[in-house]
């Protein structure tokens, strides 16, 4: 498997096997930070999780009501806040780097199947 990074309006996410500690990568436009092949297993399983469970509230919630769920590990802390449909993603990496970052929630649907797609080849 060769290195791969993919990206879309205000994401992007990347993979390379070959890297020597920082086999990860998770951004936006205007930031990215590497991660260790750990945590961004981590980050690629809190984000389903937290996707699956915001899908799961679509029949529990009013059209209007936005709701605010989060998802922890020892290694990342994660929140998704706004409608079942239509969300934002903070994130905070709690490992001796420790950074956090946000997406819009115009960039989740692309970040989340590349997500789920990233180590499948």
């Not at 290195?3 to 951004?27: D, Q, T």
């Not at 690629?44 to 009501?65: F, N, P, V, Y």
Request: aromatic fraction near 10%; charged fraction near 25%; charge should be negative.
């Amino acid at each position: 498997m060769e290195r791969l990074i993919k990206s879309g309006v205000g994401w992007r996410i990347g993979w390379n096997p070959h890297a020597a500690e920082y086999k990860g990568l998770i951004g936006t436009d205007d930031w990215a930070i590497e991660l260790t092949e750990a945590e961004l297993n981590e980050f690629c399983r809190l984000l389903a999780q937290l996707a699956d469970t915001m899908k799961q509230l679509t029949a529990e919630l009013m059209d209007e009501e936005k709701i605010a769920c989060e998802a922890e590990s020892d290694l990342l802390w994660m929140e998704v806040e706004g409608y079942p449909h239509e969300y934002s993603l903070r994130f905070i990496l709690n490992t001796g780097r420790c950074a956090e970052g946000k997406w819009n929630a115009s960039a989740i649907p692309g970040l989340l199947q590349a997500a789920r797609m990233l180590k499948v080849f």
